[in-house]
T-cell receptor
Framework: NAGVTQTPKFQVLKTGQSMTLQCAQD?????MSWYRQDPGMGLRLIHY???????DQGEVPNGYNVSRSTTEDFPLRLLSAAPSQTSVYFCASSKGQGRTEAFFGQGTRLTVV | AQTVTQSQPEMSVQEAETVTLSCTYD???????LFWYKQPPSRQMILVIRQEAYKQQNATENRFSVNFQKAAKSFSLKISDSQLGDAAMYFC??????????FGAGTRLTVKP
């Protein structure tokens, strides 16, 4: 079972470049979200989606865009990379909200120089 | 907004001993869910245990158990008979019935042989 697949696993960007982090899940989960993990700060929510065509902002949305055209895919776009966006990014999916378990991808380590 | 606090950045335990990781949270909601996730060096996020706020009985999963004190808004994780494979970052997380997860900053657990 693939679960949640994130690509790439590592990426180095120059300041000002744009890129898309890919996330795909094969569990037919309605709910998907993106987090960033920084030392001493845990995981912070960037954007989330409760279903295809529906997205909303989380705690730290600035500098990121998302779209959800299918149930399976939830890409995260960095519009103009900044050193402050150096982080580890996680995509997660769950069948719903509440008590349902969130399944995470293996993360993308992004460095912006 | 809900906040989750893990006051112990690092903890260590001797192999086969018991350790307790602390977590407190702040919320005005009555219906919510609490989780402990483990993140080993591989970066993978793994669900350890979950607790529904409406349940008075503390959740247990093999060597892992929680002490849930709803009035005190406390949700600690106890690991019994610690093993070398328990060494990881542990994140406490809060989720309401209609919202995404909020994570604490994490506790790094070291297990000494």
């Amino acid at each position: 079972n693939a679960g949640v697949t994130q690509t790439p696993k590592f990426q180095v960007l120059k300041t000002g470049q744009s890129m898309t982090l890919q996330c795909a899940q094969d569990m037919n989960h309605e709910y998907m979200s993106w987090y960033r993990q920084d030392p001493g700060m845990g995981l912070r929510l960037i954007h989330y989606s409760v279903g295809a065509g529906i997205t909303d902002q989380g705690e730290v949305p600035n500098g990121y865009n998302v779209s959800r055209s299918t149930t399976e895919d939830f890409p995260l776009r960095l519009l103009s990379a900044a050193p402050s966006q150096t982080s580890v990014y996680f995509c997660a999916s769950s069948k719903g909200q509440g008590r349902t378990e969130a399944f995470f991808g293996q993360g993308t380590r992004l460095t912006v120089v | 907004a809900q906040t989750v606090t893990q006051s112990q950045p690092e903890m260590s335990v001797q192999e086969a001993e018991t350790v307790t990781l602390s977590c407190t949270y702040d919320t005005s909601e009555s219906d919510y869910y609490l989780f402990w996730y483990k993140q080993p060096p591989s970066r993978q996020m793994i669900l350890v245990i979950r607790q529904e706020a409406y349940k008075q009985q503390n959740a247990t999963e093999n060597r892992f158990s929680v002490n849930f004190q709803k009035a005190a808004k406390s949700f600690s994780l106890k690991i019994s008979d610690s093993q070398l494979g328990d060494a990881a970052m542990y994140f406490c997380a809060y989720r309401s019935w209609n919202n995404d997860m909020r994570f604490g900053a994490g506790t790094r657990l070291t297990v000494k042989p």
